[in-house]
C-alpha cells in the first residue's frame, strides 16, 4: 500500500496552489470540476503521493482548523539547508511561525496561506536505494 494524498479545504486555491508551487516546488498536477466543489492536485515530481486542495464554491473565507488535524510534512531538498527551505516558505507568503533557531530538533513549521502548519525537516528523505 501507499499514500495516496492529504487534503486540505481552501477557501483560496489560488493563492494556496502559488505559494506550494513557490515555497517547496509542487507542481499543479489534475484539477476536477464538480458541480459544487474542484479538486486541485498538487505533486512534488518524482513522488506519487499528492496534495489535494478542495474548493468547495462559494466558501471563500479560512476553514476553522479541527483539534485532530496538526501538520504535513516536507522534507527539505538534499542540496538546500533547512534554513533556506524555511526562507523561501515564507518568501512564499507562509507564516513565520516557529523558525529553525526556536525548534530542538532539525525542523520548522511554517503556516501556509489558510493557516495549515507545514513542517520542514531538514534531513533529506530517504531514497529507496538507501
Known amino acids: 500500500m ?3 494524498h492529504t487534503m ?3 477557501g483560496s486555491p489560488e493563492k494556496m ?3 506550494y508551487e513557490e515555497a517547496f516546488g509542487f507542481e499543479l498536477r489534475e484539477k476536477k470540476e464538480m458541480d459544487t466543489f474542484t479538486l486541485y492536485f498538487l505533486r512534488h515530481p518524482g513522488q506519487t503521493a499528492e496534495l489535494e486542495l478542495t474548493y468547495n464554491h462559494g466558501k471563500d473565507d479560512e476553514y476553522e482548523k479541527g483539534e485532530g488535524f496538526g501538520h504535513i510534512a516536507i522534507h ?3 542540496d538546500q539547508s533547512l534554513q533556506e527551505t524555511y526562507k523561501k516558505a515564507v518568501e512564499a507568503g507562509g507564516e513565520d511561525y516557529r523558525p529553525p533557531e526556536e525548534c530542538p530538533g ?3 513549521f511554517v503556516k501556509d496561506p489558510e493557516g495549515y502548519e507545514v513542517e520542514i525537516l531538514g534531513r533529506p528523505a530517504a531514497t ?3
Do not use: M
Open 17 to 19: 496552489i502559488e505559494f
Open 76 to 78: 527539505t531538498d538534499r
Open 106 to 108: 532539525d525542523y520548522a
Open 128 to 130: 529507496p536505494e538507501e
Open 8 to 10: 486540505l479545504r481552501t
Open 2 to 4: 501507499k499514500l495516496a
